[in-house]
């Protein structure tokens, strides 16, 4: 009998916890799909898939613990899980700005931030999606890249085991490795199959060393913030969408190292569509961007 009463009691807690579970994630996702964020409706989702691994944890955690155990257990998770999503949702939401150009993008300072959102985060994008190609700027009078529209769909993905050497030299470069990269504007993996012109041609390898695809970047910036929205675009087009993804190098005045990167992206079908200003800074480091030249914080 005593066990009997632990067993229903056990999963009766589990029940309980679930239910919790459920109603604060339906809750997440309702601020989420206000917000017009697909990469915090992706950070829901992925709390929300690690609160259902948690809860099925919690089934093994009642056969061995009393049922007070298991609620207080399982309301820790959902607590923990709660507060991240909030956590991505505050400060998300917190990164936005009113700048409406390329001009005025030029003018923002970063203030410890490492990316704002433009026009709510929505694509100004028009969808004129024909064929596959990169639109690339010539570079200006300064030898800087600018602004580069890729026409994308999964033929344009690609990987390879190594990749050639870099000789370009982009406009700010001091081969200062432990901070500075040829960041390309377009991902490398997005730019298979497209010749050094962007027009479409099977069996091309990426673009590795194309100085219209290529700025100095931080490492910072080049490894971290600019990776998460050019994997979104890798999923958008691996799942067998196109997309159109347009990223601009926004440069003060004369200076050669770009400030950062007007980034943005549409499908077909609007499943993926952001728009993002990226801040071309270092934790610990402070880059003089009229030479690209850096100083240890």
């Not at 979104?232 to 200076?255: L, N």
């Not at 961007?289 to 240890?296: N, V």
């Amino acid at each position: 009998m005593k066990n009997t009463f632990k067993k229903v009691a056990s999963l009766t807690a589990v029940a309980l916890m679930s239910l919790s579970m459920a109603t604060g994630c339906a809750k997440a996702e309702t601020q989420s799909n206000s917000i017009y964020d697909r990469s915090i409706s992706q950070d829901v989702s992925d709390s929300y898939n690690a609160i259902k691994k948690a809860g099925r944890k919690a089934k093994d955690y009642a056969d061995t613990h009393s049922p007070k155990d298991v609620v207080e257990s399982g309301k820790s998770k959902y607590r923990k899980a709660k507060d991240k999503v909030k956590k991505s949702v505050d400060e998300k939401t917190s990164n936005q700005t009113q700048a409406s150009s390329d001009a005025d993008l030029a003018n923002l300072e970063a203030n410890g931030q490492k990316f704002v959102t433009v026009n709510d985060n929505k694509s100004t994008l028009e969808w004129t999606w024909t064929t596959n190609k990169i639109d690339y700027s010539n570079l200006d009078s300064l030898n800087r890249a600018g602004k580069a529209t890729a026409y994308l769909d999964k033929n344009n993905y690609g990987k390879s085991k190594g990749r050639e050497s870099q000789k370009w030299s982009p406009t700010g470069w001091h081969n200062q490795k432990r901070n500075q990269d040829r960041g390309h504007l377009i991902a490398y993996t997005l730019t298979f199959n497209f010749d050094a012109n962007g027009n479409f041609k099977k069996g091309e390898k990426g673009s590795i060393d194309n100085p219209k695809n290529l700025i100095t970047e931080t490492s910072d910036m080049n490894r971290g913030i600019m990776q998460d929205y050019e994997e979104q675009v890798r999923d958008s087009i691996k799942a067998g969408h196109k997309v159109i993804y347009e990223v601009t190098p926004i440069f003060r005045g004369d200076e050669l190292m770009a400030r950062g990167v007007h980034a943005q992206a549409i499908s077909d079908d609007k499943s993926l569509n952001f728009n993002v200003y990226l801040f071309n800074v270092s934790d610990n480091y402070t880059f003089d961007y009229a030479t690209g030249r850096s100083t240890k914080n």
